[in-house]
């Protein structure tokens, strides 16, 4: 595992809610070079992440003397704990918001099928697939969180929280690397790991979010090339419905 997925995985936060802590606690001045220092993420990444911010009119630039990486900052708008999901031209952005829904649905009903559990999280302008709740749900089985009722059932298969698992407000992580990993962020525990599971490797971590969904289906389309006359393995087929569900 490489130094940067450890930093971003560390708590269960993605890179960006690291950043945007950092630059909370310096609204009143701060540089790249100081976020990218305290964040312990790559200064390209904090770069893009504060110009999308800046393209939100989230923060400005109030000091521009000296190098680029040391022009001063200020947050002129807080958005609270949560990290702004803007785009690089400042628009908002829905990525990850179907898998908080999707958690918060399987809170409030407990015991659900696939298809219950997506129709309830697709609210506010986020659609969340039943191929896409039902993948979630099966690695949720693996990690403990959730008990799956028989396939042998004629009713469609539903699944239940494992007593004690209903662990809190956020979403476990799924993370997709060279291994799946789950992590809870409200315990910081790492409950589920797999190996060789055939994602991207980390070997050149993408700048941006648009670079990173362009690596990742690149490596999708290459792994369906490869499989030639053959059909695809499930592992490959269940992360190219999650790609296609977000």
């Not at 022009?71 to 999901?85: I, K, S, T």
């Not at 015991?111 to 302008?125: E, L, P, Y």
């Not at 089985?141 to 809190?168: C, D, H, I, W």
């Amino acid at each position: 595992m490489t130094k940067t997925t450890q930093l971003s995985v560390s708590g269960g936060k993605v890179a960006k809610q690291h950043m945007w802590e950092a630059v909370r606690a310096n609204k009143a001045g701060f540089s790249l070079r100081m976020i990218a220092s305290e964040s312990g993420q790559p200064i390209a990444q904090v770069k893009a992440y504060v110009l999308a911010m800046r393209n939100a009119q989230l923060v400005e630039v109030f000091d521009e003397s000296g190098d680029a990486k040391d022009h001063r900052w200020r947050l002129v708008r807080d958005e609270g704990a949560d990290y702004p999901r803007v785009r690089s031209n400042g628009q908002r952005s829905t990525h990850g918001l179907g898998l908080e829904n999707l958690w918060r649905a399987m809170r409030i009903m407990k015991r659900m099928t696939a298809a219950d559990a997506a129709q309830m999280a697709s609210v506010n302008g986020v659609r969340v697939t039943q191929a896409y709740a039902l993948n979630y749900f099966v690695l949720l089985v693996k990690a403990g969180y959730l008990v799956a009722s028989s396939k042998e059932s004629k009713r469609e298969q539903t699944f239940e929280f494992v007593p004690g698992m209903n662990t809190g407000p956020k979403h476990p992580v799924i993370q997709r690397l060279e291994s799946i990993k789950v992590f809870d962020s409200n315990t910081e525990a790492l409950v589920y790991a797999k190996e060789t599971t055939g994602g991207v490797s980390t070997a050149s971590e993408p700048s941006n979010d648009m670079e990173q969904e362009n690596l990742r289906l690149r490596q999708l389309v290459s792994e369906f090339v490869d499989t030639g006359d053959k059909a695809p393995t499930p592992s490959l087929l269940q992360r190219a419905l999650l790609e296609l569900a977000e």
